[in-house]
């Protein structure tokens, strides 16, 4: 083999080696363009600049909103502190020898275990109901046992 067909060989082999990194640069350019159309939005942004400021916009944006929810979250936080959250009911018979357990006392308290006790006597001639404000878990009225146990309850969440 001559020298001139050895040079031709390597400058061959030169060649297709030049040619192949060639195509993989160009494959790598067309994804690396794809990627950077899709960061400018295809070309509504013509800079980084325009990119950044309008990502801090979305995020001011985002932060107002996050501000609100939380805002909202601690109204309805202090709006759950004074909602019905407790209930307790004591089905009873307030006389032995007659009747079933008809009658009942419901505690309905909140958060703070402030609220109302209503008791519903059923008697032989009717049914009589009474309703007792409750502060802390305590009341300013005289409580019956069962009005007690409804309350009890309650608190203990049974």
Request: aromatic content about 8%.
């Amino acid at each position: 083999m001559s020298i001139q067909t050895i040079i031709f060989l390597l400058l061959s082999i030169l060649v297709l080696i030049l040619v192949l990194g060639n195509i993989i640069l160009l494959r790598y350019f067309y994804r690396t363009n794809k990627k950077i159309d899709n960061l400018l939005e295809k070309g509504k942004i013509k800079d980084f600049k325009s990119i950044f400021l309008s990502q801090k916009e979305k995020n001011e944006g985002l932060e107002d909103k996050i501000e609100d929810a939380f805002s909202k979250i601690k109204n309805l936080e202090d709006i759950c502190q004074t909602t019905v959250q407790k209930i307790g009911v004591v089905r009873f018979n307030p006389f032995a020898d007659i009747g079933g357990n008809q009658s009942f006392v419901i505690a309905l308290l909140d958060q703070k275990n402030d609220g109302f006790l209503i008791s519903s006597l059923f008697v032989k001639d009717g049914n009589r109901v009474y309703a007792k404000t409750i502060k802390n878990g305590k009341s300013d009225h005289s409580l019956s046992d069962e009005e007690m146990q409804a309350i009890d309850r309650a608190m203990k969440g049974n």
